[in-house]
């Protein structure tokens, strides 16, 4: 089946540095992926629309300086969080769209990139 | 608009039934999906249903679609502690965004 890496699991960094986090789609291509963002015992927010060789779709609320995204490839996009504080520390997800056996467009999840910002 | 809603809290014993519910709002959604995170990982999809069929049995999971109420349930045969996770509830929305709902964390208890 679909399968999301996403990179790294957990990351922790001081106040005012960017991160990176990857997220690639292993055995298919991407053309859409999207960014989740999820706070402790509440459910998914989504963040962006990644889309490749365009510019990400940000949700209402997002900042598209804060949160950079790159879909460069068919197989890979990345999230930076940029200048970051400690009020960004979360659970960051990322997913990929994949046709499931029986034509249903199936979201495929990556296991998740936990941010601690000191 | 769209809204997906779930109780937050199912707690059944070892060997029970356990059946979770789901309301959703977007009536032309083509799916319904019904996602698993355990916890500090990522989403595991369980099952979907397409929104034709009122029914979809996988194994242990038994999906049940109302669609004139918009009720979604997942019923899991047989619970085992490998079943405590939180378990999420999802239609398609606008411009194919997953709309999740709250999860409902399911504890199994001896």
């Known amino acids: 089946g679909a399968v999301v890496s996403q990179h790294p699991s957990r990351v922790i960094c001081k106040s005012g540095t960017s991160v990176k986090i990857e997220c690639r789609s292993l055995d298919f291509q991407a053309t859409t992926m999207f960014w989740y963002r999820q706070f402790p015992k509440q459910s998914l927010m989504l963040m962006a629309t990644?889309?490749?060789?365009?510019?990400?779709?940000?949700e209402q609320g997002v900042e598209k300086d804060k949160f950079l995204i790159n879909h460069a490839s068919l197989t890979l996009s990345t999230l930076t969080v940029t200048s970051a504080h400690p009020e960004d520390s979360s659970f960051y997800i990322c997913s990929a769209s994949a046709r499931g056996s029986s034509g249903a467009n199936v979201l495929t999840f990556g296991a998740g990139s936990r941010l601690t910002v000191l | 608009g769209e809204d997906v809603e779930q109780s937050l809290f199912l707690s059944v014993r070892e060997g029970d039934s356990s059946v979770i519910n789901c309301t959703y709002t977007?009536?032309?959604?083509?799916?319904l999906y019904w996602y698993k995170q355990e916890p500090g990982a990522g989403l595991q999809l369980l099952t979907y249903?397409?929104?034709?069929?009122d029914m979809k049995q996988d194994q242990r999971l038994t999906v049940l679609l109302n669609k004139k109420d918009k009720h979604l349930s997942l019923r899991i045969a047989d619970t085992q502690t490998g079943d405590s996770a939180i378990y999420f509830c999802a239609e398609i929305g606008g411009y194919n965004k997953l709309i999740f709902g709250a999860g409902t964390r399911l504890a199994v208890h001896p």
């Open positions: 990644s889309n490749e060789g365009s510019k990400a779709t940000y």
């Open positions: 977007d009536s032309s959604s083509t799916y």
């Open positions: 249903i397409f929104s034709n069929m």
